[in-house]
């Protein structure tokens, strides 16, 4: 049994969920829950507190996967059937998609004895960095796995023209704290100091701890339509893009900009397929960022400051061999550490040695 949510909407944790759906293999038969199937958030919370545990308790599953929560909310909605699972002392395997579960842990307050007896059960933890591993150091007994994430099946036989076009492209959910509204920021000046250069944005609108769903509409569209008028046909919002629109998205960009600072960003999908794209990317040093980009990758630069983003942006508009040289290498990097059928393969061969 496979628990965890299924795209739309599309996160790094609904995308790389969505990827297992591909898993093929002779000797084992694979069950998913998706604990977003319903439109309304009741239904899904009362599918996963009452019909999965049920679905556990009535079925003979040889092994129990699902994404970890590291909130209290949603630990407290997979508790039932962490619980079952452990009463009928199923195999366990968690996979991490965040970089807050020690954080969470330690911060649990009256749940914490309840979070012990549940993670010091489970049996494997998949984390995306070698980094991340710290995560769990709270359970000496589970065992620990890196997967690197990985890009989707589309861009496998892609092939990226050199030289590409001058244009920036942030490509994320649209939230405060992914950066967006420093971005937007800096690219009054990047636009004005370079005639030649356009710019990309694409995403769906989400809340954070900052500003809520509609605050940060409100801002963007601010912004942008004052960038529009003063830069015209020079920067576009393109919505939510997927499938052949956003490979072509990504084809046609030269620079990836990402200036996040999401409290539990790890290693981005994003990230991934632009450099599988051949973009330079230009992101922050936070959480483990830093793990999964170097200076053969792009430009690691602080956190909310435009001033860096234009810096770095510049930077490598103004040396196109060092530009060239290192879209190429992502182009490479990315096809030997993050293609889709070795991903698949390390999660089957990590189930397959659960159970």
Same mark, same amino acid.
């Given at each position: ?7 739309p ?7 790389? %969920? ?45 092994l ?9 909310f ?26 807050d ?5 330690q911060?649990?307050? %009256? ?15 998949i ?9 769990f ?8 796995i ?24 942030y ?20 636009l ?13 609108f ?6 809520n769903k ?21 920067? #576009? ?16 960009s ?10 539990t960003?790890a ?5 991934? #397929? ?14 483990y ?14 956190t909310?400051s ?7 942006? #510049? ?11 290192i ?5 490479? #990097? ?22």
């Amino acid at each position: 049994m496979l628990i965890g949510p299924f795209t739309p909407p599309y996160t790094g944790q609904s995308v790389a %969920f969505s990827y297992l759906k591909k898993i093929e293999s002779n000797e084992l038969e694979f069950e998913f829950h998706n604990t977003k199937k319903f439109r309304n958030f009741f239904l899904n919370y009362f599918s996963s507190v009452f019909f999965l545990p049920l679905r556990i308790l009535c079925t003979n599953y040889a092994l129990i996967y699902f994404i970890g929560s590291r909130s209290k909310f949603g630990f407290l909605r997979q508790v039932p059937f962490l619980l079952t699972s452990i009463i009928l002392r199923k195999k366990i395997i968690n996979h991490l998609h965040g970089s807050d579960f020690y954080d969470f842990y330690q911060k649990s307050s %009256f749940l914490k004895p309840l979070v012990k007896l549940c993670y010091d059960r489970v049996d494997t933890s998949i984390v995306l960095l070698e980094a991340m591993k710290k995560e769990f150091v709270d359970f000496p007994h589970m065992k620990t796995i890196v997967v690197s994430n990985a890009y989707n099946a589309e861009f496998n036989q892609l092939k990226v023209p050199f030289p590409k076009p001058c244009n920036l492209l942030y490509l994320s959910n649209i939230m405060a704290s992914k950066g967006i509204l420093v971005f937007l920021e800096a690219a009054f000046d990047l636009l004005k100091n370079n005639q030649n250069l356009t710019i990309k944005i694409a995403g769906a609108f989400l809340g954070d701890h900052l500003k809520n769903k509609s605050q940060i509409k409100q801002d963007f569209f601010e912004q942008l339509n004052h960038l529009q008028n003063t830069f015209p046909n020079r920067i #576009e919002y393109l919505g939510v893009v997927v499938g052949d629109q956003k490979v072509k998205c990504l084809v046609e960009s030269t620079i990836f900009i990402l200036p996040t600072f999401y409290p539990t960003e790890a290693a981005p999908i994003s990230i991934i #397929e632009a450099m599988r794209t051949g973009n330079a990317i230009i992101t922050t040093k936070h959480n483990y960022l830093d793990m999964l980009v170097s200076k053969k990758n792009g430009v690691l630069i602080s956190t909310h400051s435009t001033e860096e983003i234009i810096s770095a942006t #510049e930077q490598l508009l103004d040396d196109p061999k060092l530009l060239q040289e290192i879209q190429r290498h992502n182009v490479e #990097e990315s096809k030997n550490k993050y293609s889709i059928k070795n991903h698949l393969i390390n999660i089957t061969n990590v189930i397959r040695e659960s159970i």
